[in-house]
């Protein structure tokens, strides 16, 4: 079993940044790889971010590329995700997820967080 708290969210006016925190408690987090999702309202949620066990390898969807950053610390089970130059679209409920490997479809995703709201301000 692995306990996700995410942390970090705010109001932010476009071009600004926000750094969001997820840490976790239970099994070993190491063990994990790591995602990061966002749902905005009345939309799905969608993939965002992940990283791999080792935080070696890193993937990104098109929409955030360049402005966002995901990163880990395995020896403080928390892994990280720096948002710059937001923009309003970026809105959204923000989730973190474990699983078994860096995936991009929320089904592999085990383990999930209660969310952060991020709000962006045009």
């Known amino acids: 079993q692995v306990q996700l708290v995410e942390s970090g969210g705010g109001l932010v006016q476009a071009g600004g940044s926000l750094r969001l925190s997820c840490a976790a408690s239970?099994?070993?987090?190491?063990?994990?790889?790591m995602g990061w999702f966002r749902q905005a309202p009345g939309k799905e949620r969608e993939f965002v971010a992940a990283?791999?066990?080792?935080?070696?390898?890193?993937y990104y969807a098109d929409s955030v590329k360049g402005r966002f950053t995901i990163s880990r610390d395995n020896a403080k089970n928390t892994v990280y995700l720096q948002m710059d130059s937001l923009k309003p679209e970026d809105t959204g409920v923000y989730y973190c997820?474990?699983?078994?490997?860096?995936?991009?479809?929320?089904?592999?995703?085990?383990?999930w967080g209660q969310g952060t709201q991020v709000t962006v301000s045009s």
């Open positions: 997820g474990a699983a078994d490997f860096a995936a991009r479809m929320t089904y592999e995703y085990e383990y």
């Open positions: 239970g099994r070993t987090f190491s063990s994990y790889a």
């Open positions: 990283i791999t066990r080792s935080g070696a390898d890193t």
